[in-house]
């Protein structure tokens, strides 16, 4: 039977395969408890690949067909910025790839060839990568959020909550659980220690309407963003990606409102902000998978890094209005730009990371301050 005609289980997934080297353990069958699915046992991962590869929209399948696997690689990773913008030094903690929703601009559409949701079995893996770098005099700053989305998973695994458990009982480092879910009840009466940034990727509603498909509504986010820090969370949010279209500049001034209309700045150890920028390749994806997208029809240029973005003063103009109105509200708020160049720093803060790690310091401050870190690794 082909995934398009399966029941679907949590998570709108399909079909599950296994790595048939893996012993079942209590871990995996949490998961599949919670999927509903029997996995089907693979030698390796050909099989997965060849189902979604001769499917009709390989990126979609691939969306309904679970793998649980083991990450042969290194579970923690540095973030790959480029040289030619400022680069935050972010740690990569890899727990799994892919994602169940479908933003247009996904990148991860057309960065894996092909994409496969992947699960990576093995909190004892985990752990004692991270026992390593809690070892270290030095502050981490770590997330799930790069190649997934850090909490779809909670619906069906202990690990989101595994490791904000891990990471409460260390004092150099922050955990970032980044996501445009609601999925956090298995978090909430943790004991986290402050240690874990409860994140989230905000946009209008108009965007979040037209390009993020199966993502949870703005005022959804920032309900579950209120909950979690009555708790006692740390939070984050990231503007990213800002779309530009006719009237989007009150419209991200409205979602400033919103977010500070219900979450005090303290919460807050920071705010990204990013317009949007893609692969070339992206562009006919995104035409053919999402024929109503507004977005690959800005006015663009291509970057050193060879990723389109927009022109550059209108970057700027949209930064201008979304940092007057952040600052009006949150004015000690560490606020920072993925990816931007030394002139729309200086046009739109008045300052620039020039410094190599220098951005990455100022972070770690930030997470040193607001997650109760050990200020002498600074
Ligand atoms: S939520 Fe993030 S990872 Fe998931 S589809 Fe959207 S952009 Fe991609």
């Avoid at 270290?136 to 490791?163: C, H, M, V």
């Avoid at 949010?237 to 009150?250: A, R, T």
């Avoid at 940092?323 to 002139?343: G, Q, S």
């Amino acid at each position: 039977m082909t995934a398009e005609n399966k029941k679907k289980g949590a998570l709108g997934i399909k079909q599950v395969f296994m790595d048939a080297h893996l012993e079942r353990t209590n871990e995996i069958e949490y998961l599949i408890s919670k999927l509903g699915l029997e996995p089907e046992f693979v030698k390796d991962s050909q099989p997965v690949y060849d189902l979604i590869n001769t499917s009709k929209d390989p990126i979609l399948t691939a969306k309904t067909l679970l793998y649980i696997t083991q990450n042969r690689g290194a579970v923690i990773r540095e973030c790959p910025g480029t040289s030619h913008y400022t680069c935050c030094d972010y740690t990569i903690l890899h727990t799994g790839t892919f994602c169940t929703m479908d933003c247009s601009y996904c990148i991860l559409q057309a960065y894996f060839h092909p994409p496969v949701l992947q699960y990576f079995a093995g909190t004892d893996k985990l752990s004692e990568a991270l026992d390593q770098t809690f070892s270290q005099n030095k502050i981490f700053r770590i997330g799930t959020g790069e190649y997934t989305d850090s909490l779809i998973w909670e619906k069906i695994s202990q690990t989101p909550a595994f490791l904000v458990d891990k990471f409460a009982r260390q004092k150099n480092s922050a955990l970032e659980l980044k996501t445009k879910t609601i999925n956090v009840d298995s978090l909430l009466e943790l004991d986290h220690n402050q240690k874990t940034i409860l994140a989230w990727s905000v946009n209008t509603p108009e965007i979040i309407q037209s390009e993020e498909r199966g993502t949870a509504a703005l005022t959804a986010r920032l309900e579950t963003a209120k909950k979690c820090a009555d708790k006692g969370y740390r939070l984050a949010f990231h503007f990213d990606p800002l779309v530009l279209y006719d009237g989007c500049e009150l419209a991200y001034e409205k979602v400033v409102d919103l977010i500070f209309s219900k979450i005090s700045p303290k919460s807050i150890v920071w705010i990204s902000i990013g317009t949007f920028r893609f692969m070339p390749q992206l562009k006919s994806i995104v035409e053919n998978r999402f024929p109503e997208s507004i977005i690959p029809y800005g006015e663009f240029i291509l970057g050193l890094d060879n990723k389109m973005r927009y022109f550059k003063p209108l970057r700027i103009r949209l930064y201008q209005v979304l940092i007057n109105a952040i600052k009006a509200f949150a004015p000690e708020t560490l606020v920072y730009f993925c990816m931007e160049d030394e002139e729309v720093w200086e046009k739109t803060m008045g300052i620039f990371p020039g410094k190599e790690g220098e951005l990455g310091h100022w972070l770690d401050k930030a997470a040193v301050t607001r997650c109760k870190l050990n200020n002498t690794y600074l």
